[in-house]
């Protein structure tokens, strides 16, 4: 069982910055494909980015390409989505999630079996 905890939302205007951040418990971190969602109530939870095993590929919504980068460190099993020029439509609760695979990326939340508690990000206007 693989337990993810995120960090680092907050509440943010217009334009600014926050980093988030997910630390995994499973040892072997690197053979997991790890994404990023989010969701606002009464939606259902949108893929946000995901990264590869080793990090060699990352694949984001059109939404937010060019604004987010997401990262990952194997050797402290923890991955990063860095949120740049926030729009407060990107204001939703934001959950890590992990899958294990050698495979490149997967976007569909039905892929991931593993989730965190998520955490809330607000972008004032």
């Known amino acids: 069982q693989v337990q993810l905890v995120e960090s680092g939302g907050g509440l943010v205007q217009a334009g600014g910055s926050l980093r988030l951040s997910c630390a995994a418990s499973e040892r072997t971190f690197s053979t997991y494909v790890m994404g990023w969602f989010r969701q606002v109530p009464g939606k259902e939870r949108d893929f946000v980015a995901c990264i590869s095993w080793n990090g060699g590929i990352t694949h984001y919504a059109d939404s937010v390409k060019g604004r987010f980068t997401i990262s990952r460190d194997n050797g402290k099993n923890t991955i990063h989505l860095q949120m740049n020029s926030l729009k407060p439509e990107d204001t939703a609760v934001y959950y890590c999630?992990?899958?294990?695979?050698?495979?490149?990326?997967?976007?569909?939340?039905?892929?991931?079996?593993?989730w965190g508690q998520g955490t809330q990000v607000t972008v004032s206007s």
């Open positions: 999630a992990a899958v294990w695979s050698t495979g490149a990326y997967y976007t569909s939340r039905f892929e991931y079996d593993y």
